[in-house]
């Protein structure tokens, strides 16, 4: 389940383009419109009505994010644990441009991918990666060395919760 998801849907109904710049412009102007937090709500309906028993949940941008999953933590109706991922810019950048994930991603330049780094949507997502994670993977290596991580986190948690 990706916080992106609703947009994507959002943009989708609109005939927009799903780019980058859209994706970053659309929540900032739903939050203008309808207050801080009303993606982070849509996202908790979600959660909170999908039939599975684990969720992962993709894409937490802002310290309500963050505050939603600790209130469905704490009130038993999920399971929390934050895993940030981090990868160097350049490598992000690389990967971005071969997965061609949006529209347009694999022909934006290095100084268009900087640019956008700096967007509303993005500027906080270290910080609250780097305060709130409950683990931290470094995902600068193969495709390999990053499923190995990916599969001893996997392992800690289900210990931990199970």
């Not at 100084?111 to 700096?118: A, C, G, H």
């Not at 780097?130 to 290596?141: L, P, S």
Request: glycine letters at 4%; one cysteine or more; hydrophobic letters at 35%.
């Amino acid at each position: 389940m990706k916080f992106s998801d609703p947009l994507a849907e959002t943009l989708k109904l609109w005939n927009l383009p799903l780019t980058r710049t859209n994706f970053q412009k659309l929540p900032v102007a739903m939050e203008k419109t309808y207050g801080l937090g009303c993606l982070t709500k849509v996202m908790e309906h979600r959660i909170k009505n999908t039939p599975e028993y684990f969720v992962a949940v993709d894409g937490v941008r802002w310290k309500s994010d963050i505050e939603m999953l600790h209130r469905l933590h704490e009130s038993k109706i999920r399971v929390f644990s934050l895993i940030y991922i981090t990868t160097k810019a350049e490598i992000r950048y690389q990967r971005m441009k071969d997965r061609k994930e949006k529209a347009g991603e694999e022909c934006m330049s290095w100084e268009q991918f900087t640019e956008e780094e700096n967007a509303l949507t993005e500027k906080d997502i270290k910080t609250l990666g780097v305060n709130y994670a409950h683990y931290i993977i470094d995902n600068n290596g193969t495709e390999e060395e990053f499923s190995k991580k990916i599969e001893e986190v996997f392992a800690k948690l289900l210990v931990k919760f199970w």
